[in-house]
């Protein structure tokens, strides 16, 4: 005897009516509990949703391109009475939950934009006891390092990751055996369905117009590439993106699991392969510039050899393709801060009875703020195809925070809302936990534009480097004393260097003139911030 079970689509937070792009099993196939059954894609991410079952598929009710929600029905499947027996006697009833000791996986909360991200350090061992909110593990992207926190109590069970592994939203760290509800930890994080390790040896047929990179110009992509392939889905969807076999590449994660990265090396090595057969620079740099030839420098002398941190080496790879992609332009200009330090110097006081440092920065950033109101242009950003803008409705700026293991740029949210006290609690506030690797994903996004402090080191201009998708950035470098010119007499005032890059593609000369112009209006009459 037989039951005929349900398999639906769970509760997949904010998402809804999410396309269908893969089928991953057919009629007939066996499958496992956690066995992923399709594949679906938002404009945000993909996930693979896992059956809630063992048994036999008796019935598929979704095919490519469907569009689905919570509780859409996926597949039948045929499952023996003796399994539903056995789950349903290991199930405990809502009241033992409760009370009974219960084993909770802990999974990568919601990391924002942020996707396959390393793990740099384990903090626990298995036999460990946590508490709520106890960092686990510390994960490292091109912008940050973070810690995950626990979302429960109790004593670590099993660790599911080590330290080089990439790990996304809804992959479990580990496993903790405490006395929290399930239904507690299900309200407050959700684990979304993991990607599965392998991929089902069976699966439904899908549309081949898949673009085409291959080894050779006869070479077809198969959809097998795709299907089967070891890699995540978001792996998947970059791969048919760019037109990539995955069965042309090998694995460099756990298992020979592909990553983004393996996707991208076989890319280069694709075009740079083309690029020389017709001519092309096959040893050259990027965009065909010519490499730095290595130099054995132990020839006139002793040396020593220090790796760069993973937050240096892939933040260089991103100015450098900034700088590549961009046509960028620095306006240099000098504000009178004279009466904005009269000002901050008559609160010090004040501040320091609340517990409040107020810096000069929190100035320049409400000024900014203000200054981007009047030229929404400078608050925008470039669609990929160059032929539109987003303008932003929001005053978000972001501020380069200088760390032990990088450059970190925080962002301060809302600032036109919010008042110079409460700037510089936030601010201060960020900084710390930004140089303690303390920081959240969320907190490192959404900046309008940002600003890059030199004042407290010194030097009298330089040129920032504008960090995409912003079209602005403002360099700020240590004011000093000046005589200024009347109209009748010379006067000591605190002039302060301002430099501002913008991309060229949306912002001419005029343009970055007139809005330096406004800043150092307003940064020079704190008044005026009231105004905008």
């Known amino acids: 005897m037989s039951n005929q079970i349900e398999i639906r689509v769970p509760d997949i937070g904010e998402f809804d009516t999410i396309e269908t792009i893969e089928v991953l099993v057919a009629v007939g196939d066996v499958v496992e509990i956690d066995q992923s059954l399709i594949t679906l894609e938002s404009d945000k991410a993909s996930m693979e949703i896992p059956s809630t079952h063992a048994g036999t598929i008796s019935e598929l009710k979704v095919s490519v391109g469907d569009k689905l929600s919570k509780g859409d029905l996926i597949a039948t499947v045929t499952s023996k009475d003796e399994v539903t027996e056995v789950a349903s006697e290991a199930a405990p009833t809502s009241d033992e939950a409760t009370k009974e000791t219960t084993t909770l996986p802990v999974v990568v909360p919601d990391l924002g934009e942020f996707e396959e991200i390393e793990v740099i350090e384990l ?3 298995v036999g460990d006891e946590v508490i709520l909110d106890q960092s686990l593990i510390t994960l490292e992207s091109d912008k940050a390092s973070m810690e995950i926190p626990s979302t429960a109590v109790g004593t670590v069970q099993s660790i599911a990751v080590s330290v080089g592994d990439r790990l996304s939203k809804g992959d479990v760290i580990l496993e903790i055996t405490g006395s929290a509800a399930p239904a507690t930890q299900t309200a407050s994080t959700p684990p979304p369905p993991k990607p599965a390790d392998v991929a089902p040896q069976s699966a439904a ?16 992509i198969a959809d097998e590439s795709y299907r089967k392939a070891h890699a995540s889905p978001a792996v998947r969807k970059f791969a048919r993106q760019l037109g990539a076999d995955l069965l042309l590449i090998t694995g460099s994660g756990r298992k020979n699991r592909i990553l983004k990265e393996d996707v991208e090396s076989f890319i280069k090595t694709t075009m740079t392969n083309v690029g020389s057969n017709y001519g092309g620079a096959a040893h050259g740099g990027g965009a065909g510039i010519p490499s730095i030839p290595e130099v054995d420098f132990t020839q006139f002398g002793e040396i020593e050899r220090v790796e760069l941190s993973r937050i240096n080496i892939l933040t260089a790879e991103n100015l450098h393709r900034s700088w590549l992609n961009l046509p960028m332009v620095t306006h240099h200009d000098e504000a009178d801060i004279t009466e904005l330090e009269a000002f901050r110097k008559s609160i010090k006081q004040e501040a320091a009875d609340n517990n409040i440092r107020v810096t000069g920065l929190v100035f320049h950033i409400k000024a900014l703020a203000a200054a981007l109101k009047q030229f929404p242009r400078f608050n925008s950003s470039l669609a990929a195809d160059g032929k539109s803008l987003f303008y932003k409705k929001y005053f978000n700026i972001g501020i380069a925070v200088d760390t032990p293991a990088g450059l970190v740029v925080p ?20 900084s710390s936990r930004a140089r303690a690797k303390k920081l959240k994903p969320n907190e490192m996004q959404g900046a309008s534009m940002t600003i890059s402090s030199l004042g407290g080191i010194g030097g009298s201009a330089f040129t920032p480097i504008v960090n995409p998708p912003e079209v602005a950035i403002l360099g700020i470098t240590r004011a000093k004393m000046q005589p200024v010119w009347d109209g009748s007499d010379f006067k000591p005032r605190l002039m302060c260097p301002l430099d501002l890059t913008y991309d060229h593609r949306v912002i001419d000369g005029a343009e970055g003139a007139r809005f330096m112009a406004h800043y150092c209006k307003v940064v020079g009459d704190i008044r005026k911030m009231l105004l905008y």
């Open 123 to 125: 903090l626990v061992n």
């Open 205 to 220: 047929q899908k549309p081949a117009n898949k673009p085409q990179l291959a080894a050779s110009p006869t070479h077809k």
């Open 411 to 430: 962002v301060l949210k809302g600032v036109d809302q919010k008042s110079i006290y409460q700037l510089s609690e936030e601010m201060s506030d960020l």
